[in-house]
């Protein structure tokens, strides 16, 4: 889903966003007329353990010379650990809101689906039992202790409530 | 804090995406939506939908940018050879190395806006788009050497700075890792000139004869004082600062850098003006800076040749190892 | 500072040799130095100034080395800066300019071969030698892969590249075995264990490398069985006459200064 290498368009799908100016015509003639120096993508890793993640891009002829060029721009100071090169035409991309957003209720798929807080006071309440201490252990996710159990994967959580307390 | 040396976080799809202006409006609601964004202080990034104005006014500005980094490589250039040390070769040769790579940066970020490389070459060499000023002038002795890296450098790192949070997104990131690497330029340029400043008396003026004869061009470029309301770079958030805002700021900074020194400002008129709040100073040249920047300067013509004749020597090379690629899908 | 184990016999042998290999890298790394800012590709500027800033630091420390053993008050400056060009001891190799970018991809691939292999032979006899050869044989890798990649590249395109790139060769060949020369007081070396075997034999080395990257790019070259040693006092070229009066100018605009 590009346009000859210079720019991750999707020419067929009208819900992602395209940029109106560049028509056609200029986008052939950057193909043709730049004897392609093809652009790569870097991702870098800053030091063990890291995960890898995007730094820019070079440009290069082939694969073998845009791991050198992505040495020189990436780390010639020695600021990576390691760098993934890839060819930015090979990078599929997905953008499409309906597939990664999709609109209808998913929360029975996040933990911020499951309040319980309420039904939790109405049954203390009726076996005449207090809610355990906050040393009380809990199966955590996150591996924290105490009644900050939020999930920070899910999105639209009540942030510092702990689903199973 | 944003890693200096990441260039474009992994943005997710609602940022990049869900822009209410990227779906098919007419183009008048396109536009407001576009410009109440970048007004309210948000990022454009290169998937975007932008009004024409937007995307030639950001292509402009960033290709001046390029193109000086890539002509500024060249006063420097002829002093490798003569530096006097193995740290100065070295630390001189990773400089100019570096002012190479602002250049592949910059001129990446403005490919990505849909002009090609080898487009912006031609455009440079036929003497249609401009460098900054400062790349027109000879440079003489090794001073200048210490004086271009330090206050140029800094000169530019003062609009620089004022670039890191740029409307355009690529812009705006690659202006944070420049910014980063050009503090080490300045360190140098500074070592430099006080390493000469403490040496004989011969040394110490050529210091002072070189920031005789570069004050001037100092002074010019950040430009003429702009109207802040006319200023459309201005207005799409591409700066964020004015001309007169910029120099301001490099002589509060280095000014008394200088006189510390024992250097003497070739401007008898320049002093803070305490109740005004800023500095005063003989107006600089502006017809020497027109004059300069549309390649007229005393070293204009030379480069850009030198560019001509390096590009024409090369181009077999860049032939031959992409010879195989010519076949277009 | 003595050279821990090594005889004051050996110091001259040891001294020359760190002398020539000090100025191999010193020429080659400022003469490279030239193409940044012209060079062919933007991205490909930036690798070769890398390059030969390496070869500038692998000079440095081989300067500082020297300086350290002499002990005669020069620091690593002094040693490279402060000689008439015909005290310089870099291999005739080196002579000759960076030429056009077949010329410096030549030069640079006989070159970094021959020291690959000169590296190579460098023993455990002076642990402070061997110690900084050891990071310099890591720093030489990427530059022994770049230039692998240029050479196939330029082999490969036929044409003007290739043959740019083959009379290049050709005519470098001549002097090439210069890197790789037996140094004075081999002998010494040897038995002192500063070098594990004789030049030599790194050249039988070199030459087999050279023919495993260029056989197959259908590339021979004539590389001198018998290389001549270094020669003192030999006439430098115009090139390096050029290099040297650019190289030293500031230096000798005001004598004894710091910069």
Not at chain 1, 127 to 154: E, L, Q, Y
Not at chain 3, 123 to 136: R, S
Not at chain 3, 176 to 191: F, H, M, Q, R, T
Request: hydrophobic fraction near 40%.
């Amino acid at each position: 889903m590009t346009d000859g290498g210079d720019r991750m368009v999707d020419e067929g799908d009208p819900n992602t966003g395209r940029a109106g100016a560049l028509d056609e015509g200029a986008a052939a003639e950057v193909t043709t007329a730049a004897a392609t120096l093809e652009p790569y993508e870097v991702f870098r890793q800053e030091k063990d353990g890291d995960p890898m993640r995007h730094g820019g891009n070079v440009m290069a002829p082939d694969p073998e010379l845009a791991l050198h060029y992505a040495r020189e721009m990436f780390s010639r100071r020695g600021e990576s650990v390691r760098l993934w090169v890839v060819r930015r035409a090979d990078i599929g991309v997905l953008e499409d809101l309906d597939l990664l957003q999709p609109p209808l209720d998913r929360s029975f798929k996040k933990p911020g689906g499951y309040v319980m807080r309420d039904k939790l006071a109405a049954a203390r309440e009726r076996a005449g039992t207090s809610k355990p201490g906050a040393r009380a252990a809990s199966h955590d996710r996150t591996g924290r202790r105490g009644t900050d159990g939020s999930d920070t994967h899910a999105s639209g959580d009540t942030p510092g409530e702990d689903p199973l307390v | 804090m944003t890693d200096p040396v990441a260039l474009d976080p992994v943005l997710s799809p609602q940022d990049r995406s869900a822009r209410p202006w990227n779906d098919d409006l007419d183009h008048d609601e396109r536009f407001a939506l576009f410009e109440a964004h970048v007004l309210a202080g948000g990022k454009i990034e290169p998937n975007d939908w932008m009004p024409d104005e937007y995307r030639t006014a950001v292509l402009r500005f960033v290709e001046m940018h390029a193109n000086s980094e890539l002509m500024g490589v060249l006063p420097e250039r002829e002093w490798i050879m003569r530096a006097p040390t193995l740290k100065r070769k070295l630390a001189l040769t990773a400089k100019v190395q570096d002012e190479v790579g602002h250049a592949q940066l910059l001129y990446r970020v403005a490919e990505d806006l849909g002009k090609s490389r080898e487009a912006m070459y031609d455009d440079l060499l036929a003497g249609k788009t401009k460098f900054h000023n400062v790349f027109h002038y000879p440079t003489r002795t090794w001073a200048d050497i210490g004086i271009i890296a330090w206050l140029v450098d800094a000169a530019a790192i003062v609009a620089q700075q004022a670039l890191r949070d740029s409307s355009y997104g690529p812009y705006a990131r690659t202006m944070q890792k420049i910014c980063w690497e050009e503090s080490v330029h300045i360190m140098h340029g500074r070592d430099v000139v006080v390493t000469m400043m403490t040496g004989t008396d011969s040394q110490r003026a050529m210091v002072q004869e070189a920031l005789d004869r570069w004050w001037g061009p100092l002074m010019q470029m950040h430009g003429p004082r702009s109207d802040r309301a006319k200023d459309r770079d201005l207005h799409w958030r591409i700066k964020a600062k004015t001309s007169e805002e910029l120099r301001q700021e490099f002589l509060t900074i280095y000014v008394p850098r200088l006189l510390e020194l024992g250097l003497v400002i070739p401007d008898p008129a320049l002093a803070f003006d305490d109740e005004a709040g800023e500095w005063r100073y003989t107006d600089p040249d502006w017809a020497e800076l027109r004059t300069v920047v549309t390649n007229h300067g005393p070293m204009s013509e030379e480069r850009l040749e030198f560019r001509r004749v390096n590009r024409a020597a090369t181009t077999w090379v860049r032939e031959a190892i992409l010879a195989e690629k010519r076949a277009v899908a | 500072m003595t050279a821990k184990g090594i005889t004051p016999e050996t110091v001259p042998a040891l001294a020359e040799f760190l002398l020539s290999m000090a100025d191999d890298e010193f020429v080659i790394g400022f003469s490279d130095s030239e193409w940044t800012g012209i060079a062919p590709i933007l991205e490909e500027d930036v690798a070769m100034s890398s390059i030969a800033q390496d070869e500038l630091g692998h000079a440095r420390a081989l300067y500082e080395l020297l300086a350290d053993l002499l002990a005669d008050g020069r620091d690593a400056d002094a040693l490279a800066y402060d000689r008439e060009p015909d005290a310089y001891r870099h291999a005739r190799l080196l002579e000759h300019g960076r030429g056009d970018w077949a010329t410096t991809m030549a030069r640079r691939f006989l070159y970094d071969t021959a020291d690959a292999a000169r590296l190579a032979s460098i023993g455990e006899g002076w642990p402070p030698l061997a110690d900084l050869v050891a990071k310099i044989r890591r720093e030489e890798r990427y530059h022994l892969m770049h230039v692998t990649a240029w050479a196939n590249r330029l082999a490969a395109a036929g044409g003007e590249a290739r043959s740019r790139f083959v009379s290049a060769l050709e005519a470098l060949a001549v002097d090439a075995p210069s890197v790789i020369s037996a140094p004075e007081g081999e002998a010494e070396l040897v038995a002192a264990g500063i070098l594990s075997r004789p030049m030599a034999d790194a050249a039988t080395e070199w030459r087999q490398e050279v023919v495993r990257i260029l056989g197959p790019l259908d590339i021979s070259l004539t590389l001198d069985a018998d290389p001549a040693p270094r020669d003192i006092g030999r006439v430098p070229s115009a090139d390096f006459q050029w290099l040297w009066g650019e190289f030293t100018s500031v230096r000798r605009s005001e004598v004894g200064a710091t910069w």
